[in-house]
């Protein structure tokens, strides 16, 4: 089989922060299965006013599970409307459930989910989130709908959601449950599969309230057409407080990296391509088109990035129309042509087209993407020094590059707030706080790990270098979990003035199944998730997976 690109390649930032969704990003995962396991979801409980106060429940029970989404619709204030995750206040608030709730249940979470972090949930609920109204779009289509005409689609395509929310909690955050309540249940034990649940969920509650509030002003008011209803996805504000989980997260990094490079390198390696692989590739680069003609930025960064992609598609299209597919190993030699003519962008957008037409191939990396973290890695007392001098050699030669002397070598530091306990990034030089830093100076920890194994003996064991040496316990544990997780390391210097944290948000986002990346600064995104996808009334009546890069159709 072809090899796998190197983490040298893959692993610098500047690569990182042009990820795109692909087959294996977990909305899409998560879809697939819903629809394979015959999922059913109803919506139970809708107990919401004329001003859009109230709760509603949305239940969706398959494969022997039962999960409930609670939502709590607000009356909130235009003044009080903010994307901050300092926010006090919201349009919506909602908990994804473990089984069904009782009244009990009900009463419980009223108390505690409008409040957020301020308040508690059991280790019944599994997902803690909260979303505010698109300021541009929902009232036009509450006084469309209200009026019996549909909303203007320009305006629908410009925004692209009637929701964003502002913060999506799980794994254990403010007493719900851990991850590993999960653990073994069909679809249900995969990195953030009940978060990404929740997000579709939340999406069909935003298209319900819209609708009920429209009925509100006018018993005759129409609902949203399906086509509509469908382009909208969930919108998403992410901040850094995001960035600092891959690093914090090495062998879950390495599970993803290596499973979407496992999938390019087995389809980099088929001898031929079929003319219907062909003809779904080619339909494929139609929808990203398609995709990218709405995609709208006001941040240079990102707009230069669109502006290459837009001529990097151009390129693209003018190659295929050459029949370059129909050679010998036609996507290596695809591949092979992107790298040398292509942007980073247009390189990793190639990456993930190829990946569309081979689902038979690929999906089931899928289960695949999942690590074992209970526990910090245990150090290997037994290494020799020279193993972990030569360990320090083959992979972290981009930690030995910059002199961490120099100002801008270290010119920020991570710290966590002390008002919402969120990460945040310190200027050295000029904040105070440097000396709460938090530790994701990977390579300026290995680059001081290295020169003092230099001068140690080379068959000095680990455990004896520790006990003279513990300050350098926690670069050591690093390198020796390399050797087992090379895709584990984010290969850049996180503490270099030249730092862009989105381009650590982007590549997690990307992975989500996030599309119209838009950031607002070098440290926030907003985002759109499961646009075009199906909403619950119509999971089983679409074509399957088809919905990532353009609208799709209802099956006849």
């Excluded at 995750?85 to 994804?96: K, Q, S, Y």
């Excluded at 203007?152 to 999506?168: I, N, S």
């Excluded at 030669?397 to 969120?422: M, N, T």
Aim: hydrophobic share 40%.
């Amino acid at each position: 089989m072809t090899g796998l690109r190197p983490p040298s390649e893959v692993m610098r930032l500047a690569r990182l922060g042009c990820a795109h969704q692909t087959r294996l990003s977990f909305m899409r995962v998560l879809l697939r299965g819903l629809r394979k396991g015959r999922w059913q979801t109803d919506r139970p409980l809708w107990d919401i006013n004329a001003k859009g106060v109230g709760r509603a429940v949305y239940r969706i029970r398959g494969q022997g599970q039962c999960y409930c989404l609670v939502a709590f619709a607000h009356d909130l204030p235009d003044a009080q409307r903010s994307d901050r995750v300092i926010a006090e206040a919201w349009d919506a608030t909602f908990a994804l459930m473990d089984g069904e709730p009782s009244e009990e249940d009900l009463a419980r979470l009223s108390r505690n989910v409008p409040l957020q972090e301020a308040g508690r949930v059991s280790d019944r609920e599994l997902v803690l989130s909260r979303a505010n109204r698109s300021v541009r779009l929902w009232e036009h289509v509450v006084e469309r709908l209200a009026a019996g005409q549909q909303p203007d689609p320009e305006q629908l395509a410009e925004v692209g959601y009637l929701m964003r929310t502002t913060a999506v909690y799980g794994s254990g955050k403010f007493g719900a449950a851990d991850h590993e309540a999960l653990s073994g249940r069909p679809l249900m034990d995969g990195p953030f599969r009940a978060e990404m649940l929740a997000v579709w969920l939340i999406r069909a509650f935003a298209c319900d309230l819209v609708e009920h509030l429209a009925r509100s002003l006018c018993p005759t008011a129409v609902p949203l057409a399906p086509e509509l209803r469908r382009s909208l996805g969930i919108g998403n504000s992410t901040g850094l407080g995001m960035a600092p989980f891959l690093v914090n997260h090495p062998l879950l990094l390495n599970a993803w990296i290596t499973a979407r490079e496992t999938a390019f390198a087995r389809i980099r390696a088929l001898p031929c391509s079929t003319l219907k692989t062909r003809s779904d590739f080619c339909v494929a680069v139609d929808g990203f088109a398609e995709t990218l003609s709405g995609w709208r930025s006001e941040h240079p960064l990102q707009q230069a990035k669109l502006a290459a992609l837009a001529n990097d598609l151009s390129q693209l299209r003018a190659h295929l129309s050459q029949q370059v597919l129909e050679g010998s190993y036609p996507w290596e030699s695809l591949w092979n042509w992107s790298k040398q003519a292509l942007s980073l962008e247009g390189q990793e957008l190639v990456l993930a087209l190829m990946l569309e037409p081979h689902g038979s191939l690929v999906d089931d990396l899928a289960e695949n993407m999942s690590a074992e973290e209970r526990a910090p890695a245990r150090i290997d007392g037994a290494m020799l020094v020279a193993d972990v001098r030569e360990t320090i050699t083959a992979q972290f030669g981009w930690a030995l590059s910059p002199d961490y002397s120099v100002p801008e070598a270290c010119a920020r530091f991570w710290y966590v707030s002390e008002a919402k306990l969120e990460p945040r990034l310190g200027e050295r030089h000029e904040d105070p706080g440097a000396d709460r830093e938090q530790p994701l100076d990977i390579g300026r920890s290995v680059m001081a790990l290295a020169k003092k194994v230099a001068d140690a003996p080379s068959d000095m064991t680990v455990a004896t270098f520790l006990q003279q040496h513990p300050e350098h316990r926690r670069a050591l544990r690093r390198v020796q979990m390399a050797r087992q997780a090379p895709y584990g390391e984010i290969q850049d210097n996180l503490i270099a003035a030249s730092l862009s944290p989105i381009d650590m948000l982007r590549c997690k986002l990307a992975f989500f199944g996030a599309t119209r990346f838009d950031p607002r600064s070098d440290r926030w995104v907003r985002i759109t998730m499961f646009q075009n996808a199906p909403l619950p009334s119509e999971l089983h009546l679409l074509p399957e997976d088809d919905w990532s890069s353009s609208p799709i159709r209802m099956i006849a």
